[in-house]
């Protein structure tokens, strides 16, 4: 019979028998030999198996979404959902411009979108930080008339809040008739990522007053906010409601504790939840380690890195930055080099500005401030002005006559990078005053007073009755 071959139990469609094939393919090989049963047969032209083929290769963790591109683009039908699958496929790769590539090429060829092809385009949006691009494609929804779904409203929210456009975030929130908790968390997540940790804060006692019980997710959020705050208080008060909840302790929830315990002082607390954590990731250790090598226990940071490195856990750029730190604390100058090392050589690691900063902190520390001065002519990245502000401040502890020539190398090259700056003006005035420079120290604070510029407050806070109260230095 044509168009139909033997199963177990009589015949069977040839589509019916590659839907069942596919439903059981478990490989790119074997899709492939589905896919050339499909040619074979003259089922190319089929919708519901194109959009199988199309699922497994983009969404499948052992798929290939360039197979399913071509797939989408070769075909002659074009089906919405296929394109929102590649859409898909191309985000949860970490592939954001491509995602973007894929909803134009489905606008160029007429194809309209449906709600769900929003949010995953607006986590791709959000991804690359493609502001001018989302705010077109937020049109587009008012346009098609999904400004009303729930999902694309929590997406859009999301987006704006990771492209640190609070407003806008907040406006989406505020025009929702129906909001989630995801809702309530992404507009959370975006007073965070804008560094409003206050008014994230007020959102999430909002939250609740809503009749929303916070989840994971929230408590993840709120828990970066009180380490950014320094908010013991409010941190210890947000780990007694995950307690009296029972959610369970998992990996995330329980390293967020750690960062928030750590970065507020309270150094037993965070080695309290990291010890009777089951499970920890290299950003568990790295918290830990971190905290440690800033809150004066170095030594113990040093020896917690190596028993990570016992349990096979792979440091990660925000361990080294711990390390370096404990390095500098301690005075272990050839121990610093050795880490920065095999930073990039044993963990192939591109060592960012702040990898630089400490290494530049470990050398001047040390008193080594021509080894710092070289050391920093010779980075990979160009130098940001706070590297050259510490190995200044190292000059008037260690070298306050600059007998090596090094404080006025650095004053030029701080004053040329920012030359406005009024601490950078105050900073290398005293310098000057320091070592009987009067005539340089008062000419800078001539200019100083000539185009307004005024020292900016120091601003610092403390936590009264259980509420954050800045407080302002002049």
Known sequence: ???????????????????????????????????????????????????????????????????????????????????????????????????????????SRGVAPTNLTFPFLFKACAAVSALGQGRQFHAVVFKHGFDADVFVNNSLIHFYGACMKIRDARRVFDEMRERTLVSWNSVISGYAVSLKFVEAAEMFFRMGSAGFEADEATFVIMLSACAHLGNLIFGKWLHSMILHSGMAMNCQLGTALVDMYAKCGAVDYAASVFSRMEEKNVWTWSAMILGLAQHGSAQEALELFQLMKTYSVRPNHVTFVGVLYACSHSGLVDDGRQFFNDLQVVYGIAPGMIHYGAMVDILSRAGRLKEAYDFILNMRIDPDPVVWRTLLSACRIHDVNDTQGVADSVRKKLLKLEPKRVGNLVMVANTYAEVGMFEKAAKLRRVMRNVGSKKEAGESSVVVDGALQGLFCG
């Open 1 to 107: 019979m044509v168009g139909f071959v033997a199963a177990e139990g009589g015949w069977v469609s040839v589509k019916q028998r590659c839907m069942s094939l596919l439903s059981t393919c478990s490989s790119m090989n074997r899709l492939l030999q589905i896919h050339a049963h499909i040619l074979t047969a003259g089922l190319q032209h089929d919708g519901f198996l194109t959009s199988l083929l199309v699922r497994f290769s983009a969404l499948s963790p052992s798929g290939s979404v360039g197979h399913a591109r071509l797939i989408v683009y070769r075909s002659r039908i074009s089906i919405r959902s296929s394109w929102n699958m590649l859409i898909r496929g191309y985000v949860d790769r970490s592939h954001p411009e491509s995602a973007i590539g894929v909803f134009m090429g489905m606008r």
